[in-house]
């Protein structure tokens, strides 16, 4: 094959794995035109899911696989697409990342838009690689960290950092834009305008959806992706050499690669082309050794040389390619540090001890510390989420649990029969549930209590009942008591008063979303009583019916 | 109908009363009967299922004949809004949200007397796909061409909302923007104004805080009643919740009761729905306030009544 196609052949499969992505991200939610393929007369049992395989990506991902393998026991549903990447990885190299990876191919534009370094400038820079044993000492941490039950691949696996930074940051910050452009438009007394107005909202519909997230700590992702991007800035695919832990398990892999670069000495003139467009800093200059496992099989040095000195060619593994470039100090600094973190994770006593009272996790989790071993942090839930409540958290759940999905009533509130968080999580860390069991077993994520001092009614400050009004268990876990009260004025006020009954409280928060006391409302969700914690409950017996 | 004539019309009708009020002061009491004899006398038909296996469109349709026909309300090439009351994602058995069959049968007979353009409107409590979905109301929309409005930024708009206790409101511009409005509330039980039937259904016609209206909810009632002021209300009372609500969410709390309702006054259609919930509708106060403040009446005697079966 000619090197010019195969070049052409990996920018079309660099877009076309991009787009894909991007589309199967931007589909992360309910349809719009959902409520037109369903028919309630057919289907009582039937439980309102998406129509794209979501998580394709994630599935691919061979480190997802490995690290939830090693610390959650478990084999993540559709593995087959990642040993299909290993697989890959074993006979053709790092094709994952120069083909395929998204991330990498964002890098990969971002620094072909602005090349950061000239030719010249990038031949010495490729030729003194520094730093890329960083990328296999975040491999060997994080791995090691997974081993004794730590999961905290998701922060740096390229797949989850993404997913997480576009949908949580990008996206929500475009639709706060428009929201506000809409608002203002709708506001205005010109028909013009308004008709303006609904019109863009109808264009970007197919993206957005009508509801505009947004998401806490989003600013601090959005701001740690442009970083990541800006560092193209130093050196092309400054990430993908660097940092990648998933770079890093695959150059590991690639060590016996059947497809490799021949290099003809005899050919060659060293003009030194090849390293000038050289991603990886992989040595492809005949005179010194092929770096296959920094090698991100972009093609470039294939396709630039004048003297046709660069094949890529089918060769035997038994000719075996140089090993990775790991260094000694990489293995055990990336060991001690693996080994350290989860222990200095328990430190502040939240998985042993106590439960963060606002560490409320979407209905179906695993018990806090499993679901450690296996959440990705990816975003994926809280991107599903038709109400906004599924947040990124920030210290609720401890270091270890950084970034992890935890309710926020103020925010949303879980729909009594929605199941969308369990259904797209790509580990399991969320179980899959049915709408059925959720409501029947019941499923419960926490459970309220009211704050009497700012309770309208409780305070003798007038009739209310908008917490009564919402919960949506029948009958239902907030109950009212006629009473009557001294009013502000000392004349007796007739109202009716909310009490929660633990026994049918699943949490679900929607009285502390539509409290009218705003900001820390008269009704709050804490932990407590959720279903997946043995240790985290009130009643002597909550595992009794009712 | 555009925004600018419904508060032209408001203010009109606002001078009328004021002249009622003035003229009924004087001792001449006389010229006040006169003028209140010349408005029309609100009509108000009780239809009921009787027949195991009736149809609800038969139904709906008998019951749109005894009232003059639908095209007494709808003329051709109006631009006609329905609003259901889809607040819950809730399957229909559950009786939490309007009934999709009656939903269904209003659509078709707007379409029959020409209308040009049908909305069926609902700003939802829970996520409105999984609303629109699960109560069924997303199948009508599409086996009838109806068009199903999702709430949305662009189609909320303070306006004025010159109740005697709401003032500036986001409105959900669909059930404003619409030469004739149907009302198509189901009956259901609620535990501070007893009964949510069509004129509390109006809270599902307006955005922002909405939680602050239990603080005075009677009068906001009667305030949001005043302003959409449907064409006619239609209360679905095949199923009602008679309890656990207005979320509902179990079969239990539902009750059979194979009865719709059909009237020009929106006081005297929620009279004859608190009826089936064996309640008199003078002990509820927002149709006290309503009847009060001149909205409509609880008063039979004052209506043309009719009855049909099937």
């Known amino acids: ?546 | 109908m555009g925004i600018d004539q419904m508060t032209r019309r408001e203010s009109l009708r606002r001078l009328f009363q004021l002249f009622c009020g003035l003229t009924a002061s004087v001792p001449a009491q006389g010229a006040f009967k006169v003028l209140a004899a010349t408005e029309k006398q609100p009509f108000l038909v009780e239809a009921l299922g009787r027949t195991e296996g009736y149809s609800v469109k038969d139904l709906t349709k008998k019951m749109f004949e005894s009232a003059g026909g639908i095209n007494r309300f709808v003329s051709r090439g109006d631009v006609v809004v329905i609003k259901p009351n889809l607040s819950w994602s809730a399957r229909p058995e559950l009786a939490a949200t309007t009934n999709p069959h009656v939903l269904e049968a209003v659509v078709e007979i707007c379409a029959e007397a020409g209308a040009s353009k049908i909305r069926i409107a609902d700003n939802t409590i829970h996520d409105p796909r999984q609303c629109f979905a699960l109560s069924g109301a997303g199948m009508v929309a599409k086996k009838t061409g109806a068009e199903l409005v999702m709430p949305r930024s662009s189609l909320m708009k303070k306006m004025k909302i010159k109740g005697r206790r709401l003032d500036l409101w986001p409105v959900f511009v669909p059930l404003v923007e619409a030469d004739k409005v149907i009302n198509l509330p189901i009956a259901k039980h609620h535990s501070l104004s007893s009964l949510t039937l069509g004129m509390k259904n109006w809270i599902g016609g307006i955005g922002g805080r909405r939680w602050a209206l239990h603080q005075d909810i009677h009068q906001s009632i009667v305030d949001l009643a005043r302003f959409f002021r449907p064409t006619v209300t239609l209360i679905d009372a095949i199923r009602i919740l008679t309890r656990n609500g207005p979320s509902g969410g179990s079969p239990d709390d539902v009750a059979a009761r194979n009865t719709l309702i059909l009237s020009d006054d929106q006081v005297a259609a929620d009279a004859a729905a608190s009826r089936l919930f064996q309640l008199d509708p003078e002990k509820l106060w927002f149709l006290k306030l309503g009847h009060k403040q001149g909205l409509g009446t609880y008063d039979q005697k004052r209506l043309v009544f009719k009855r049909v079966t099937l």
């Open chain 1, 1 to 546: 094959v000619k090197a010019k196609n195969l070049v052409r052949l990996r920018r079309t499969s660099q877009t076309f794995f991009l787009l894909l992505f991007l589309f199967l991200l931007s589909q992360t939610r309910l349809s719009q035109d959902l409520y037109l393929n369903y028919s309630p007369v057919f289907s009582s049992e039937q439980t309102l899911a998406l129509d794209q395989p979501v998580t394709l990506f994630f599935q691919m991902d061979p480190l997802i696989l490995i690290s939830s393998l090693l610390s959650g026991h478990r084999l993540v549903e559709g593995s087959l697409w990642a040993l299909g990447v290993l697989l890959l990885t074993l006979c053709l190299g790092r094709v994952f990342c120069g083909f395929i990876c998204p991330l990498g191919t964002l890098h990969h534009m971002t620094g072909w838009f602005r090349p950061a370094l000239d030719s010249e400038a990038l031949v010495k820079a490729n030729s003194r690689p520094a730093g890329r044993r960083i990328k296999y000492f975040l491999l060997i941490l994080l791995l090691s960290a997974a081993l004794l039950g730590l999961n905290l691949t998701g922060l740096l696996d390229p797949i989850s950092f993404l997913f997480r930074s576009v949908a949580l940051a990008i996206l929500p910050g475009i639709g706060t834009g428009i929201r506000e452009l809409v608002e203002i438009l709708a506001a205005s007394d010109a028909r013009a305008l308004n008709h303006m107005g609904r019109g863009i909202e109808y264009l970007v519909a197919p993206l957005f959806g009508y509801e505009y997230k947004a998401f806490q700590t989003a600013w601090f992702m959005g701001a740690l992706f442009l970083i990541i991007l800006f560092l193209n800035r130093i050196r092309p695919r400054f990430w993908c050499r660097t940092l990648c832990p998933l770079g890093a398990l695959l150059g590991v892999c690639s060590r016996f690669t059947m497809f490799r670069l021949e290099k003809d000495s005899i050919k060659c003139t060293h003009c030194r082309l090849c390293t000038g467009v050289c991603q990886g800093a992989a040595s492809p200059e005949p005179g010194s050794p092929w770096q296959n496992s920094e090698c991100l099989m972009c093609l470039n040095c294939y396709d630039s040389c004048p003297e046709d000195a660069l094949h890529f060619r089918f060769g035997l593994p038994s000719r075996a390619n140089p090993g990775p470039d790991m260094g000694r100090r990489a293995v055990l600094g990336g060991l001690l540090a693996g080994i350290s973190i989860p222990f200095l994770g328990t430190l502040d006593g939240q998985v042993h001890k106590v439960a963060d009272a606002r560490v409320i996790r979407p209905p179906g989790s695993l018990p806090e510390k499993e679901f450690l071993t296996l959440c990705q942090r990816c975003g994926l839930c809280m991107k599903v989420c038709p109400t906004n409540a599924i947040n990124p958290s920030l210290s609720e759940a401890g270091m270890s649990g950084f970034w992890t999905p935890v309710l926020i009533m103020t925010l949303g509130y879980c729909q009594y029969n929605c199941t969308l968080c369990g259904s797209v999580c790509p580990t399991g860390a969320i179980r899959p549930i049915s709408i059925k069991e959720k409501i029947e077993i019941p499923v419960r994520i926490g459970s309220a209590y009211v704050d009497r001092g700012r309770c309208l009614p409780w305070s003798g400050n007038g009739p209310c009942i908008v917490c009564e009004e919402h919960c949506p268990t029948s009958p239902k876990a907030v109950y009212l008591h006629e009473a009557s009260l001294p009013g502000p004025d000392g004349t007796s006020l007739k109202v009716k008063l909310p009490y929660v009954d633990l026994k049918r409280c699943v949490g679900c928060g929607i009285c502390e979303n539509k409290c009218p006391v705003r900001g820390k409302p008269a009704i709050r969700v804490i932990s407590a009583g959720e279903s997946r914690s043995f240790e985290n409950q009130i009643l002597l017996d909550p595992y009794a019916t009712q």
